[in-house]
Every structure is written in C-alpha cells, then in structure tokens.
C-alpha cells in the first residue's frame, strides 16, 4: 500500500512562505497524479492544488497565483510552494497520489498530515 509522508508545516504570519514536501513509497509514483488537500476544523477535507503524471497543473480559485504544486520523479516527493499566506490557509494539509481520481471521495487512505497555521 502506498504511504505518504508529509512535513514542512508550521505557524507563520500572514503574508508570509512555507513550503510542504511530502514523500511517497511504492514503484509507480512517475504514473500517478499527485495532489494537496487541506482540512479546516469543521470542514471537509478538499484538494487545492493537483498535477497530472504528466505535469499539468491545477488549483481551487482560492490559492490560484499563491501556491505552486510541483513534484521530483527521482525523489518521490511532491512539495506545494505556499506564498501570501492568509489567516483562512489554516488547516491540516495531506498529500496523495494515485492513478485516476484525486477526488477526496476516492481515497480511503491518508498520511498524518501536517499543519499550518497563519496567525498574528
């Protein structure tokens, strides 16, 4: 079974940088998509920002111009660029990946999670 190893969060003010890294076993992460999500207290887990095995990119209109997903085939890594951060980015952050769908809906199986919390 894949497993995802997230890290890199922590608190910081508004405005400012944290950049997400999250590694992943198995043999095929080349063919997968890969996307970030975040959970707010009281919300639903949502993805945010996604790229295809083949590098297109995509991202909720909130955090379009502010967060850059990118990957490292030979690293087995996705990391997630997050800038201009604002107090409503709070939430834990979970990466994935897999083959098809990277609806939250079709995954059963998650990593820790790390937290990031914008705050003054």
């Known amino acids: 079974q894949v497993q995802f190893v997230e890290s890199g969060g922590g608190l910081v003010q508004p405005g400012g940088s944290l950049t997400l890294s999250c590694v992943v076993s198995?043999?095929?992460?080349?063919?997968?998509?890969v996307g970030w999500y975040r959970q707010a207290p009281r919300a639903q887990r949502a993805l945010v920002a996604a790229?295809?095995?083949?590098?297109?990119?995509s991202y909720v209109d909130s955090v379009k111009g502010r967060f850059t997903i990118s990957r490292d085939n030979a690293k087995k890594t996705v990391y997630l660029q997050m800038n201009a951060l604002k107090v409503e980015d709070t939430a834990v952050y979970y990466c994935?990946?897999?083959?098809?769908?990277?609806?939250?809906?079709?995954?059963?199986?998650w990593g820790q999670g790390t937290q990031v919390t914008v705050s003054s």
């Open positions: 994935h990946a897999r083959v098809g769908s990277l609806s939250p809906q079709a995954i059963t199986s």
């Open positions: 198995g043999s095929s992460f080349n063919s997968y998509n």
């Open positions: 790229m295809t095995s083949g590098g297109t990119t």
